[in-house]
């Protein structure tokens, strides 16, 4: 018999099953425990430099999964507005952050897009390098899904450099 190895978003599975007792939420600190000495730490330490292009690929192929599943509910089929409004009911909904968009446009091959709030680094210490990495890749993945192309995602400001929000510069 195939065994069907799950991947991407099937993977979280069902923790309100799995967690009768402790529920399904967890503190923000445990998730940037994960997120920045976890993984972000944890990962220089074995691929230096290269960590963040790794980080930056795992934000990415989720990206894609979110994009594929806000697509496929679309009313509209490859409706832009609708498409950005369901990224950002997503992002709000998954406590990613308030995600908007800052500027540019799809047809000048340049857009801008603020997370406030974000989930990973908000309220973090001044550490002189953006770390959203993962969230870069994720909003990447996110429009290559929309445009059917690759795009380059920068994290361009930074809790981690010492700006009070995220802000991405998505090259298209
Ligand atoms: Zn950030």
Redesign the pocket.
């Known amino acids: 018999m195939e065994t069907i190895t799950p991947r991407g978003l099937d993977l979280i599975g069902n923790p309100v099953e799995g967690r009768k007792e402790l529920g399904e939420m967890v503190p923000v600190q445990l998730f940037r425990a994960l997120r920045l000495v976890g993984v972000m730490e944890g990962m220089k330490e074995i691929a230096g430099r290269g960590a963040n292009a790794i980080i930056y690929r795992g934000g990415r192929n989720l990206g894609l999964n979110i994009g594929k599943t806000i697509s496929d509910q679309l009313t509209v089929p490859h409706d832009l507005n609708s498409y950005l409004s369901g990224v950002v009911n997503t992002c709000q909904h998954l406590g990613i952050g308030l995600l908007s968009i800052a500027g540019g446009s799809f047809d000048s091959g340049k857009v801008y897009l603020q997370?406030d709030e974000?989930v990973?680094?908000?309220g973090?210490p001044d550490v002189g390098e953006?770390?959203?990495h993962f969230?870069?890749g994720m909003i990447g993945g996110i429009i290559e899904n929309f445009i059917h192309k690759q795009v380059r995602c920068k994290?361009i400001?930074?809790?981690?450099k010492g700006?009070g929000?995220?802000l991405f510069e998505v090259l298209i």
């Open positions: 997370v974000c990973s680094c908000a973090m953006v770390v959203c969230e870069g994290e400001k930074c809790w981690g700006d929000v995220c």
